[in-house]
């Protein structure tokens, strides 16, 4: 059974960073899409960011060229650099991964991943 484990999650004032990490187990994960999603209260679950098996990427509008996505194929892992966060940035993240291997459709991936973390708080004080 896959399980997506988030964490890095906290509290940051507007212009600060933070680094998530998603840590897939159950399997290898080295040929699977990852991605990153956001929920704020009241607001519907959006797409932040999603990388390929061979780390093709692709981001949401509202985190272009502040968010950064990669991952270690050989730890199972997948990160986001949160760069000059906002206020706006503040929502529950989530990680989660795909059930197709290999496969570089990842706009169409990112519309219905197969696993998801629990999520992590991401907090931006302004």
């Known amino acids: 059974q896959v399980q997506m484990v988030e964490s890095g999650g906290g509290l940051v004032q507007a212009g600060g960073s933070l680094r998530l990490t998603c840590v897939a187990s159950?399997?290898?994960?080295?040929?699977?899409?990852m991605g990153w999603f956001r929920q704020a209260p009241g607001k519907d679950r959006e797409v932040v960011a999603g990388?390929?098996?061979?780390?093709?990427?692709l981001f949401g509008d509202s985190v272009k060229g502040r968010f950064t996505i990669s991952r270690d194929n050989a730890k199972n892992t997948a990160y986001l650099q949160m760069n000059n966060l906002r206020p706006e940035d503040t929502a529950v993240y989530y990680c989660?991964?795909?059930?197709?291997?290999?496969?570089?459709?990842?706009?169409?991936?990112?519309?219905?991943?197969?696993?998801w973390g629990q999520g992590t708080q991401v907090t931006v004080s302004s």
């Open positions: 990388i390929t098996w061979n780390s093709m990427t």
């Open positions: 989660a991964g795909d059930k197709a291997q290999y496969s570089n459709a990842l706009e169409q991936a990112l519309a219905d991943f197969d696993y």
């Open positions: 159950g399997r290898p994960f080295r040929g699977n899409a």
